[in-house]
Antibody
Framework: EVRLVESGGGLIQPGGSLRLSCAAS????????MSWVRQAPGKGLEWVSV???????YYADSVKGRFTISRDTSKNTLYLQMNSLRAEDTAVYYC????????????WGLGTLVTVSS | QTVVTQEPSFSVSPGGTVTLTCGLS?????????PSWYQQTPGQAPRTLIY???TRSSGVPDRFSGSILGNKAALTITGAQADDDSDYYC??????????FGGGTKLTVL
């Protein structure tokens, strides 16, 4: 079964750092495009970042320079390192597989909530 | 900054047909944007319905279909059911490793 499980969310003060993890099973992270998508409370979905199978990484303007996407082949896990966090980064963060740019985001994990507040 | 537009809300009667659209603030949506569609109910993760304009994801009933209508991507639900009452999001590939989601459409079935 293809499955994604996020972890690492929590309450963090503005300016702080947090690392999210997304453990994959049923497929190989490095053979696919992998992405992070977030959803602020009561708001819509926002694409955050992608890492291509070849290792290239891309970011939404809203997080560029503050967030870093990466993966660990041995753990078959995707990560999102989030630095200089702001109140507006408060959201449920989902990881999702892309396979390629054509195939859409599927599957999705259940998400992990990040709350940035003092 | 390109904005992906969706109707904020729509309503449909049970058994009816509804078409939701996904456009661009500037320009036309084509298949090269690889539009995909997602259904989300409150508190749940999104569920993939359609990808690459018109390909149904595994397990999605054939009453969901995708297309390009005029200058927009479209999601048509034929024979709406009560459990189609959800939020629907489209996303477009903008090139250069960038995707943009629409603001979502809240569909009410009543």
């Amino acid at each position: 079964e293809v499955r994604l499980v996020e972890s690492g969310g929590g309450l963090i003060q503005p300016g702080g750092s947090l690392r999210l993890s997304c453990a994959a099973s049923g497929f190989t992270v490095t053979s696919n495009y992998m992405s992070w998508v977030r959803q602020a409370p009561g708001k819509g979905l926002e694409w955050v970042s992608v890492i291509y199978s070849g290792g290239s990484t891309y970011y939404a303007d809203s997080v560029k320079g503050r967030f870093t996407i990466s993966r660990d082949t041995s753990k078959n896990t995707l990560y999102l390192q989030m630095n200089s966090l702001r109140a507006e980064d408060t959201a449920v963060y989902y990881c999702a597989r892309l396979e390629t740019k054509r195939t859409g985001f599927d599957p999705w994990g259940l998400g992990t909530l990040v709350t940035v507040s003092s | 900054q390109t904005v992906v537009t969706q109707e904020p809300s729509f309503s449909v009667s049970p058994g009816g047909t509804v078409t939701l659209t996904c456009g661009l603030s500037s320009g036309s949506v084509s298949t090269t944007y690889y539009p995909s569609w997602y259904q989300q109910t409150p508190g749940q993760a999104p569920r993939t319905l359609i990808y690459s304009t018109n390909t149904r994801s595994s397990g999605v009933p054939d009453r969901f279909s995708g297309s390009i209508l005029g200058n927009k991507a479209a999601l048509t639900i034929t024979g709406a059911q009560a459990d189609d009452d959800s939020d629907y999001y489209c996303v477009l590939y903008m090139g250069g490793g960038s995707w943009v989601f629409g603001g979502g459409t809240k569909l009410t079935v009543l």
